[in-house]
């Protein structure tokens, strides 16, 4: 069979409001962004898994909001001065001083902070316990692990985005076989999508199957992509 190149070419990430799939799993932290700017303290936490949706809502809020982005690792004393709201990705260790500041400053200005991350702040090992007060006084909402009618939305969204025409036997082929997870959802529609133009092939159902056949170890999933 002939082969076909592939070009690694970025796909486009629709991000507005409209574009994310709302579910049990992940309504309570869309109501949360939803509420901005009415929210009753100074900041609000989302935490979730890897590929949960996270950065997603972060960029809905930012979009709302104005607010630059910033991961916590690149945190610094400086990071607010120039922005009235702030989006902090907390993924790794940081500057505790830094975000103990910055915090301090949106509760003195009136600006608004959003963090994201995967665990709850009492789990980050923090030193300074004043910033851990800070954290605690913040709502906290979490992204649950995705249901089926989630993964359902997210495959034929991640399809549609490949302009990839699936129907939904093929949909509920994939969501019963799949790991429950959303990075797993991305990693199968691109891998189908790859295979299928690489090898010239029709997407049908064995051949999904045969895809999905190579997607045997967990650890596929448990980094973000």
Do not use: C
Not at 19 to 29: E, G, I, M, Q, R
């Amino acid at each position: 069979m002939n082969r076909q190149l592939v070009l690694d070419l970025p796909l486009r990430q629709a991000l507005g409001r409209d574009d994310f799939l709302v579910t049990h799993s992940n309504s309570a932290a869309v109501e949360m962004i939803d509420q901005w700017p009415n929210w009753p303290t100074y900041g609000a936490i989302i935490t979730g898994p890897p590929g949960s949706g996270k950065s997603h809502l972060v960029e809905v809020w930012r979009q709302k909001s104005g607010a630059n982005f910033v991961p916590a690792n690149s945190l610094t004393l400086e990071s607010m001065v120039q922005n009235s709201s702030l989006a902090i990705e907390v993924i790794d260790t940081f500057d505790e001083r830094a975000l103990f500041h910055v915090l301090n400053m949106a509760k003195a200005q009136g600006q608004h902070v959003l963090m994201t991350a995967q665990s709850i702040p009492s789990q980050w090992n923090l030193e300074i316990p004043d910033l851990l007060s800070r954290l605690n006084a913040l709502p906290v909402v979490s992204i649950l692990a995705p249901d089926d009618a989630l993964l359902r939305g997210v495959l034929v969204k991640l399809f549609l985005d490949r302009q990839i025409s699936v129907d939904e036997s093929m949909i509920s082929y994939i969501v019963l076989r799949m790991p429950r997870s959303l990075e797993a959802a991305r990693a199968i529609v691109s891998a189908i999508d790859q295979r299928a133009l690489v090898e010239r092939a029709e997407i049908t159902k064995p051949f999904i199957g045969r895809v999905m056949a190579g997607f045997t170890n967990p650890e596929l999933f448990d980094s973000e992509m």
